[in-house]
Every structure is written in C-alpha cells, then in structure tokens.
C-alpha cells in the first residue's frame, strides 16, 4: 500500500497517518519527495480496513493497492491450470470443452431435439435455463422444476452434462441436485448472499462476468465462492457493457489472455451474448479457440424464431453444426499449443 | 413496434414475418420505401415474445419498441407524483427529506452517535447497514440482526424513521420487523428473486440504480416491485459507471428530470455513492435540490477516519450540520417551486 | 512516481530498474515489503520520458505517477480562480455569465433574432457555429466566412460578445478576427495541433471536455493551449459518452467542483449538449448554478423546429426567457456565495 | 424514418408533423395505434435536416433512422471487398499484411533496426510516428520532416512501405510525398477538415476508430474521404474506452465481423493499443486473424525499454518474430478461408 499525502500536509499529519497505519500492525516508510511526502507500508495486516481508514484521513491524495485483494484464485496462490472435473471432462485440461443449448427449456420437444443436435455437432455440456432473470416481470420466467427435469431427461438420452442458472441462495440445493454445473448469470455476480451458499453447494460453479464488473471484480467474486469452500469456479466473459449499441455487449477478447496472467482458474467465452447476433457468433467463437479460452458456452435452439428468449442470438442446429466444423482445424492448433505447454511445464 | 426489413427482403420473407406478428394477435401496416419495407405494428399482445421473435427471423434488420415495456410505474399510469409514507413523513411531497447515517452500523456508541448528530442537523431518516454486500469475503460483513437491534434503538431515542439493505429474499421478512424502508443496493438492482419478495414486504422500497443500468432497466426493476403487489417505490441516483476515474462513479444528474418525465414515483440522489469523494459531497447535494429531487441520502460518521466502510466518502457530524444549513436557501426555494406545481395542479 | 516490481522479480530485475530511474535524474527509495519490492522515485526530471521507460521494463508490474503531469493550470500554481476578460466581462469573476444563441448561424434573420432574443433575456455572450463539425459529410457545414461576419453585425447591434467555434489551426488567424471567444469543440479537445495554434491566437479559448476525456485529460489539453503562451482558458463540461441513451449525453456534473479542486480556470456548463433534450436543459442549468459553474453556454433558435442542426436541444426565445427567470434566485445565491469567498479570501 | 409521436399528440399536432415532412420532399404513412400514431417516411430528400427538424417538434416523442447515413463505404454500394493497392502489396485481398515498427522514429539506427528486423521476420509495412499526438505539451513531439526523411531511407533498404501518421491538413502534402499510406489516429478520427484534406492526397489513408466511436461513426468519417474525393480508406479496430482498466483499451474484437457486414472496406487490428500490454499483444494478434481481419498493425521496438513513447505495450524483435512464427497456421487458415470465399464468390 501507498499512500500519498497532499503537497502541503504538515509534519503532524504525517505522523498522525504513520500512526494509524501502524495501528493496524504495518510498518511505514516515508519518503520525502521535493514536493511532497509518499508513505510506504508493509506488513501483514487488515489491508481493506487500514486503506479505507487512511483515504478518510484529512491531507491524504490518494492511496494506492500494490498486493492483489484475492488470494486462492490468484495465479500466486497456484502457477498452474485448475483443471474441472465435470461428468467426465476436465474443464481447464488439454480439450476444448463446447457447451451449447438454448436460452430456457421450454418444452420437452425442445429441449430433446436441442440436446441431440448439439451432442451430434460434438459439444460436451446441455446449457438451459430453468429459472430465468428476465427484464421485465410480464415476460416468461422459466420452467422452473419442471424444466430441471427436463434437462435430466435430456442428459439421460444423450450423456451431456448439464449447466443450468441459479439465481437465488433459496433454489441452491434443488438445482444442485439435477446440475452438473451451477451457472451464476451476469446480473448475479456480486450476489454475495447467492456466491457464499454456492461455497457449499458440492458442485462446479460457471461464474459469468457481471455487464460492467472489472476482471478484478470478476476474481473478487469467484474468490467469494473459493473462501467459501468451493475451489472450482470456471470464469466466463460474455460480453461488457459500453457505449457501442451496434452489438448487444462488447466481447472484452483481451480479458481472456489478461485473466491467465492473473489466475489459475479456467475460462471460457460466451460469444452469443457477447454479440447478441447470430451472425456475429462463429467468428467471435474463433477469437476464442484462437486467443486461448478453454471452451465456449453457445446459444443454440432448434428453431430460433420460435425461442421465447434470446432468439436472435441464437443459433439454429445446422447453423451450429457448420460452426463446429469451421472451429476444426483451430481447436486442433489448440491442442497441438495445450500439449506443448504440458510438455513445457514437465521439463 | 416497428420492424425495419433487410434491403432484398424478398416478398416472400416479408409475408412471414407478417404472418409470425399476427400470429401474435397483432395487426400489421407495411410502408413500401424505395429501399427497403417497413412494417407497422398495432394492437394489444405479447409484445416482448412478439419482438424476440420476430427479431430472430431471418431478413429482419432491426426491430424497435415504441411502447413503453414497463406500465404500473409510467406516467401514463398516474400524472402526479406519488407519496410516499413513512412514519409520519411524505417521500415526493412538499417536504424535501434528508435521510443520513453510516455506511455499516459498527456499533451502539457510533450508531447512537450518528442519530442523534443528523437529527439535530435537520435529517429525517437514519441509514445504516447491517447486512453488507462487500466486495471481498475477507471484508466487515456486517453486524447481522444484532446491527437491526441497534438501528430500532436509535430510533427509539431519536425519532428517525430507519432505512436499511437487504440482500436476499430469504432476510426480507427478518428486515421488515426493523426497518421503516428496504434498501436494494446497486448490485441487487437486478435480483429479480428479491424484487419480487419485496412486492409482499409490506414495506416501501428504496431501489439504487445499478451501477451500469440504464433509465429503462431501473425503472423494469421498480414494475417488479409494483406488479408483485408493493405500489411505495423510492427511486435512487446513485452514480454510474464510466471511463471517469477522478470520482468513484459519474453522477447522472439528468436522470432526475429525466426519469420525472416517465414516472410519478419520488427520486432521491446520492451524493455520497455517486461521487466517493467527502470534499464533493456537498456541491452535488446543492445540485440535487435544485434539480428537484425528492431528498438526499448521505454517508455520515462520527469518526470517518475510524470508519470499517466508505469513510472516505462519509461525512462527519460538522461537515453534515454545515452542508444543510448550506443547503437551507436551496430547500427554501424548492419548498416554493412544490408549492407552485400543487397550486398549478389543483387549477 | 512508485515503481512496483512483479512478485519474483530478482536482486539483479530491481538494480536494473533502480539505475534506469537514476539515469533519469531521480533518486531511488527501495521498500522491501514480504511480497514484493516498491520503488519511490523523487527529484525532478523528465517524469513522462522516465515512467514509460521503466513501464516497459521486464518484472516491473506497474508504475504509479504522484505529481500532476500539468502545470500553469494546476491550483498549486494558483490559487484563487482565474478571471478571463471579455468584452468588459470578467468570466471566472463574481458576475454569473450566459453565453446564448443557435448551434449554426443560418441566415441574417435568423442570428439577429437570436442575438436580440437571448440579450434581451439577460445573456451577455452570443454562440453560434460558422465552421460546422459535422458527421456526416452531406449535411450542412457552415456558413463559414458569411457567418462570421453575421455575427459581427449581431455583436454591433446588441453588444454581446462573440464566441465561435475553430476547427482548424489553418483557421485560427480568421476566426480571431471575428470572435471574442475561440470555442474548442469536443471533437477536437485532442488536436494538438490546433491547441498549439490557440495558443498564440490572442484571444480568450473556450475548451470543450471531449466526449470520452478524462478530466486529467481535458486539464491537459488546457495545458497545452497555456504553455505555448495563452492563460486565458475557459474548461466546459457538456456532458460525456456512456452506456445510457435516454440522454444524448450524461451530464458529469461532479466534474465541475471536482475541477475546481485541481485548477484555476473557469469552468462552464453546457446543458444543451450534456443532455440532448429541450425539456431537460431548464433543470439542468439549475443545478449548473447551484454546483458552482462559472457560466453556462445555452443552444437558443427562434425556431427550434427549422433548425438545421440541434433543433431537438434548443430553447425558443420564449423557453430562455422563462429560464432565466427561473434561474435567477440560483444566480443571486451563486452571487452572494462568490462574495462570501472574496471576503474569506481577503482576510 | 419513423416518428413516433407522444401518446397525448393531438390531430393537430399530427398534421403539423406530416406537413413538415412533406415539406421535405417525402411521403407519409400514418399507423394509429390504440395508444399512439406512428408515422413512415418513405422517398428521397435530406433525411438528416428532415429528421433534425421533426425531432425538434413539440409532441414527437422520438425519430427512428432506418436507412444507413452512409453510402460510398456501405455494402449496398459494393457487395464485395474492396482491395486497396500500396507498393505491391494489396490490402482487403488474398494475402493477409502485417505492418510494424516503433511508436515514433526516434533515430536513424532505431528505425533501421527496427525496419530490418521486421521484414525479415515478415512484415511488409513500416510503421513510426515522425508527427506525434502526445497527451502532453512537454512530451516529445515526434522528429517531423527529418524523421520523415529517416522512413524513407528504411523503405529503400528494406523495400517495405511506410506507413505514418497526419495530424492536421496543413501536413497532408508534405505526409504524402513520403509515406505510402497516411495515418489517422483516434483523436483526430473526427478532425473533419483533415479528413476533407485527404480525400484530395492521392494516398490510401488508415482511419483508426476513435476511443469513443461507434463503428457507425467510424463509417461516416471514412465516408468523409471517399466523397471527397480518395476511395483507399483502410479501417482500424485498436481498442475503445471503457470502465476497465486493466488494458489501456477494451479491444473490441467482434467490431470486425460487424464492420464487414456493412462495409466494403479492408480493416486492420492494432493489438498494441487495443491492449497496452506487450504480453497480451501475440494473443489478440492471433484472435485477430482468426476473427478474419485483413492485417495488423503491430508496436515493435528494438529496445522497447529505451522508447520514447509507448514502449510498454512494443514487442522487441525477438518477441516480434517469435509472434509471427505462431501466427503462421493461423494465416495460412485465413488463406484457404479467403481462396473458398473467392471460388464462392466466382460460381
């Protein structure tokens, strides 16, 4: 921590911010600049509670971080990649993990037909919301049970493992029985209450970046459900919010390499939100593959003008298909890049 | 609504979506440009489904809703203003009110404290969290029910209505028994599981803006409130997101005028939240009154430099007093302008 | 500047970036913390030249500038306010100032109107564009020459100063000619080239705050203006570009005291442009007063609706009218605010 | 353009708006609605004078565009791409271009290190600023005609061509005569007297996207050139300004895919600014490609550590090369993507 006093802060409330730094068990190092004073602090302590103290302080400037506020997401925490255990798959490890499925269940008819097609088209995982946040309280508000049955089915006949939205601490433990992943929706990622219960939930959880959290906050958030009890949280970037309407969310591509560099978890892209256009949707998928995300979360219903939600950034099931195999020969380059960095940590 | 076709929408694609709205129960104009052909929709129906629909065909290049999505809480619904009661004061009435208090209630002396200074200064109403949504899991969570003992005793000493967070619909009722207002933070503006238990809460609902959400958005999340049973909805500015950093958020001042135009509900702003700044506090209270919110809601601490959250930005009990005699000639004169709009209206 | 180095940087990383620093002139203050090593830099030396070096160093994991990388508009080079002289005005002074008039000078009739309408009302400058930054290439672009001379025969024939925007620094020698005030669109905040040309111009500039410019970033540019020799700078909030579009731009009204914190220089509001509609432009200005502006700069047509640029944002001379009146109680207590200061000042 | 009039519009006002279209040169379709009347324009005129004006009438509560206000740029002008030609080369065709080199010429031995050292590695474009737009008037501002005259002597020993960029209209023929391709940088994206200028300079121009421009906004201003006169208008993606500061920029990766649904135009990607950070470039860079861009424009610096300017987000020469080897697959991937496009677009 830095902190830097104002130019003309006097010798008295120097010493009275030295105190109250040293209050909370740190050691302080002035240095004094021409123009003015910048303390040094180091030490173990309660760094939040001595920050916010010191910045309410008369004759402060500013008061800078240096350490990262999270600790078990952190890459220094571990150097690796977490690697996921879901159904079988690893999310994290060396295959490219596709999820894909439509925005809600809707019908049993739907949400076969979905199932089957995007297994044929090689994805892994069946998304599906069952409990949906939506807009505005007129609009359709999910299947609820009903549709988490549904998904089961659905997971029966084809294999898929399922993810599916969680959207309040009450509905944890229900949609923890039939989920094999526990996805927290955008709106949802500073849900501290909802973060804490999924602590204890048993069960991976896909924690989607709020429309205008940072990555810090991002980490923040996954650390709340890591200290919580639950290591396993795969990050999703979907798209931020910004002044450009000519897509739904603008795809942050960067966040990916730049949240490597910060952690260990996996992290996945979400090309159907971040773009909110089907059209848009196979070429930002190839971002991803490229620029090193571990998997994709795609929209795809079987007819999408009939979709109660989401519909046109949803792709239909040949559109996906044809998708799947223009992403070939760059999951392969994947691949080929994931075991050579394998080799290289080995060595 | 209105649908813009795509320039070779052929004849054929054109009937479809025709087809698809009125499938919908709605009745359709074209407008044949020399370009491209536009389709009118009027009539009463789904209009959500109806647009996500219709947007996800192909040869649509745009859909835009002309109605409004929300309705209980639009100006259509009711011209005036709608009061708001609690305990014995009348939020968007002909009183300009002053809620104030800490971030946290951190303890009996500090919150005791704190109530009896903004009283005297001229405050109505006591703030003071006790369930808190921090950023990190390693920060001050909050005193929990012990905090909403604390927050009844000052008001029973001081006469201060209480007006505190909740942050799960599972502390609703718990929070009910204590508070005079609910709080939803910026963070919850969209937990459409709270909002909706707060439509049986039997208590009115201050709602803060999100910190990335638009006019539209936070008035859809006061229709949840409204249409789940709880007309008493207090809007709150409170600082957006921006590229800004000189200030903590950007205060989107013009979103009182603004949202006055679409709705009768009271609006209150946050000088404290929207500019993270203790020095600013003041100047942007002043600007509120003038532009004719309904109150101010500001952080007060006895001690800010002692503060466990937001003491940067917190008042100290002088620093308040002087703010409302300050603001004494501002309240005066939107006293008048009150006056002048009843007068107006009963002619 | 705080130089912090990455978690494992080794004894020979930190030498190597200390000898960087004192290659530069500076000298070095190591902090060794638990985790990592903090640098402190004091002394005087080329600071940019020196941060971006050492920013490109390998294991250096960010640098941190203390000082304000301006000067002659800083406060610490000033203290009290500036006032700008114009046309035996005093901006910055303890006179409220209104500049008033069209977004384009249209025709003869149309700037007379304007400048008899708005000077009648109680404004004391006269805006309107004769060289027009437009988006799009087919739409009008100014009367250019013509129009400065209209505004000529409109400062002849109510005494009103003129202010006029300058887009090119090939224009600079022309529009000085004519205008009392050299207006900086937003557009151009950053061109350098033009900033340095008003620099030697001669006459008082008014500066717009870019549409996604920080204020550093417009202190800067004010910087450049002063530096190559004009103190005379006028700052202009008009609002900046974020998320929301129910405004055609958000207002950062906390801009304004947050500005007077940092610098000397008069600073304007511009609601027609902070908002982009008619019926917010009243409040807004309300509150402009109220906050502490130095002035305001209002967008006035005698038909707004045969305007050919702006119409949507313009007063009619009836709605200015009304304005003024409704804003003068604002400007009294603006007016005995800025006469308590001079008396603090004084003694 | 569509009008949607204010729910209480009478029949008066109505006739009022219809009128005024009319006047335009247009037709009106009127759709009455159960709550408000709609109206269609349809026919050609001035759409945006018309529009302005009707916004700007009473009771019009909002005016729709639905027609581009482009055309030269615009897919419905030319359906394929455009393939602009510079010293051999042909960008927007069947090759994909890598431009590199230093933020500024600083010297004659780091250009032509520079230079060398990005050709061999496969570069075929020289990149460095001789005219600097620095956010400082104290920062070094670029080594002008001499640095111009450096450029070419790197061209004539390396063959590659040059790139640099123009800041006011004033240096447009002095630019021209010694760089193949003129720059436009964000800041002056808008600097529309410089973009007139160019449309005159017999040069393709790169136009870089504005920190805060909408893509919309990007192709009116490359719509600028083109009607004035030059149709070699190469567009950049290089990152717009959000609330994330964790990457100097936001790279906004789908603009890509986006802008060439409704262009013609070659665009380019700058990993560099779009990022901020040198470890992050290969990543984007590869993203890039991928994503289907027609070429990059790289930050490469012989010793990154000793540039003047920008110097943290410069790859060296070794890290330079190491990029464009992993880069390859991925380039010849856009290859055969780009010889199926041709053959589709031949049968």
Chains 1, 2, 3, 4 share one sequence.
């Not at 103290?53 to 990262?68: G, L, N, T, W, Y």
């Not at 609820?144 to 549904?150: M, R, T, Y």
């Not at 919580?228 to 990916?256: K, Q, S, Y």
Request: charged share 25%.
């Amino acid at each position: 921590m830095i902190i830097s006093m104002k130019l003309h802060a006097t010798r008295q409330e120097i010493d009275e911010v030295r105190k109250q730094v040293e209050h909370f068990g740190y050691k302080v190092h002035s240095i004094e600049g021409e123009e003015r004073v910048v303390i040094g602090v180091v030490g173990v302590g309660d760094v939040t509670a001595c920050l916010e103290s010191v910045e309410a302080m008369p004759q402060v400037e500013k008061v800078v971080r240096i350490s990262a506020p999270y600790k078990f997401v952190s890459k220094e925490f571990r150097a690796g990649r977490t690697q996921i255990r879901v159904n079988g798959l690893a999310i994290g490890g060396d295959e490219f993990i596709v999820m894909a499925g439509p925005c809600s269940v809707e019908s049993e008819k739907q949400i076969m037909q979905a199932a089957e097609g995007v297994a044929k088209a090689g994805a892994k995982m069946l998304r599906g919301g069952a409990f949906k946040p939506r807009t505005s309280p007129y609009d359709f508000q999910g299947m609820e049970v009903e549709g988490l049955k549904l998904l089961q089915k659905a997971k029966r006949a084809t294999g898929l493992a399922i993810i599916t939205e969680v959207m309040s601490d009450r509905d944890v433990d229900l949609i923890a029985e039939h989920a094999d992943v526990m996805q927290v929706g955008a709106r949802n990622m500073q849900n501290f209450v909802l973060l804490k219960a999924l602590g204890k939930c048993g069960r991976p959880v896909l924690l989607k970046r709020g429309m205008s959290s940072t990555m810090k906050e991002l980490l923040m958030s996954a650390e709340y459900v890591v200290a919580h009890g639950n290591p396993d949280v795969i990050l999703c970037e979907r798209g931020i919010r910004t002044f450009e309407t000519a897509t739904r969310n603008t795809c942050d591509i960067a966040a990916i390499p730049a949240l490597n560099e910060l952690t260990h978890l996996p992290i996945i892209l979400d090309p159907s939100h971040a773009t909110g256009k089907r059209s848009l949707v196979p070429a930002v998928a190839r971002a991803g593959v490229a620029i090193g995300a571990d998997g994709l979360i795609v929209e795809v219903h079987p007819a999408p003008e009939k979709a109660i939600s989401d519909g046109a950034q949803s792709l239909d099931l040949i559109q996906f298909e044809k998708m799947m195999l223009d992403l070939r020969p760059y999951i392969e380059l994947w691949e080929t890049s994931r075991k050579s960095e394998a080799l290289a940590a080995a060595n």
